[in-house]
């Protein structure tokens, strides 16, 4: 499925989002830093506190990319302000199966301020939480905050 920018959000937004898809499609994220402000958190469906930083988030979801087979974007929402959007997925970590939401919040420039995960079922997310864990764990740490 093609992805979807919904029109309300800002045109630099629109810019950014459109991006994001196209570093996703392509599965590699380099690109990254250059839509991520320097303050921007990561919260995790595993983690109670964020984890600050573009450093950490270029991190994170550099990643997920490489842990999540079959990654697909169905549906975007937009808020009201346009400066925030909702794209619901679908992926496979190993066996699992897994539905989620990335809620990302972006500033009046387009770059993304607060990225956060949720994901169901739980042994979708166990998964996804063992994997991750398996791969950055020594890392994250230093990013929690």
Same mark, same amino acid.
């Given at each position: 499925?093609?992805?979807?920018?919904p029109?309300?959000?800002?045109? +630099?937004?629109?810019?950014? #989002?459109?991006?994001?898809? !196209?570093?996703? %499609?392509?599965?590699?994220?380099s690109? @990254?830093? =250059? $839509?991520?402000?320097?303050?921007?958190?990561?919260?995790?469906?595993m983690?109670?506190?964020?984890?600050?930083?573009?450093?950490?988030?270029?991190?994170?979801l550099?990643t997920?990319?490489?842990?999540?087979?079959?990654?697909?974007?169905?549906?975007?929402? +937009?808020?009201?302000?346009g #400066?925030?959007?909702?794209? !619901?997925?679908? %992926?496979?970590?190993?066996?699992?199966? @897994?539905? =989620? $939401?990335?809620?990302?919040?972006?500033?009046?420039q387009?770059?993304?301020?607060?990225?956060?995960?949720?994901?169901?079922?739980?042994?979708?997310?166990?998964?996804?939480?063992?994997?991750?864990?398996?791969?950055?764990?020594?890392?994250?740490p230093?990013y929690?905050?």
């Amino acid at each position: 499925m093609s992805a979807h920018i919904p029109s309300s959000l800002t045109p +630099a937004v629109q810019a950014s #989002l459109h991006q994001w898809h !196209e570093m996703v %499609a392509a599965r590699d994220l380099s690109a @990254l830093p =250059g $839509i991520l402000h320097d303050e921007a958190c990561f919260r995790s469906p595993m983690a109670f506190k964020p984890y600050k930083s573009a450093a950490a988030v270029h991190l994170i979801l550099g990643t997920v990319l490489t842990v999540f087979q079959d990654f697909t974007y169905h549906r975007s929402f +937009a808020s009201d302000d346009g #400066l925030n959007v909702v794209l !619901e997925f679908s %992926a496979t970590v190993g066996d699992k199966s @897994l539905k =989620g $939401i990335d809620m990302i919040a972006f500033d009046a420039q387009g770059r993304i301020v607060d990225f956060e995960v949720m994901v169901r079922p739980f042994n979708g997310l166990q998964a996804l939480g063992a994997e991750m864990g398996a791969r950055l764990a020594t890392f994250l740490p230093a990013y929690k905050g």
